[in-house]
């Protein structure tokens, strides 16, 4: 039973932060090569030299933040709400709503949910920043669908698929992980909150790639009074 008046906390899960190493340590290696450089350089590309570890290491103090953001406890005020609801407006809520490519729903009635709205409106505009940024290299033939429904052990599923991409795409391996990209610019922690935080609601969630083609992001969640619902 959900207790809709206080708020709880919840311990980070045990992530796979080898992304989150990885960049550390290439940050600190570029700063480390580029002070060096930099005091053995002429005074006209010693500045160069210093531009670049600069950018380093404001890098690398990004990324502490943002590793400090998401493995610190979660606050959640969990309350009962309809999945099917919550996963409707912000599906038509968001900018790949109004795009070109089709965006489809199937949701399913009586999901009855206790979570957070505020953070499960987060983990779904994650997955759906996500396939907006994709559908520049989806192709034309793309779709993407929202769909919410029961699973046969009785838990309630919300899951967003897009179709376009091949399966044997090597950029998928990592999803889910914190700090895993392949798009420049960007941190790798959108589909991590999403991770972060249906696993805090006592979920799961699982990344798909059919063999037809495209990609799936599943996230099961626990019914609010599920036996009541199941003999409803």
Do not use: Y
């Not at 009962?80 to 900018?95: F, I, N, W």
Request: charged share 20%; net charge neutral.
């Amino acid at each position: 039973m959900v207790d809709e008046n206080k708020p709880i906390m919840i311990p980070c899960p045990a992530f796979d932060w080898s992304f989150f190493v990885h960049n550390m340590r290439n940050s600190i290696g570029v700063a480390s090569v580029s002070l060096d450089s930099a005091l053995k350089a002429t005074p006209e590309l010693r500045e160069k030299h210093l531009q670049l570890a600069h950018a380093a290491v404001k890098n690398a103090v990004a990324d502490l933040e943002s590793f400090n953001e998401i493995s610190r406890p979660l606050e959640m005020t969990p309350r009962k709400e309809d999945l099917s609801a919550l996963a409707r407006d912000v599906a038509c809520g968001h900018p790949v709503a109004s795009g070109s490519v089709p965006m489809g729903t199937d949701l399913a009635g009586g999901l009855v949910v206790g979570l957070d709205a505020k953070l499960m409106r987060q983990a779904l505009t994650a997955v759906l920043d996500n396939c907006l940024e994709a559908l520049a290299e989806a192709g034309a033939s793309s779709a993407i669908s929202v769909a919410t429904s029961r699973d046969p052990a009785g838990r309630a599923v919300l899951s967003v698929s897009m179709t376009g991409r091949s399966a044997s795409d090597d950029r998928f391996g990592g999803l889910g992980a914190p700090f895993f990209t392949r798009k420049a610019n960007k941190r790798g922690l959108g589909l991590a909150w999403t991770q972060r935080i249906v696993q805090a609601h006592g979920g799961t969630v699982e990344f798909r790639t059919p063999a037809e083609g495209g990609f799936a992001v599943v996230m099961s969640l626990p019914l609010e009074n599920a036996g009541k619902q199941g003999a409803a």
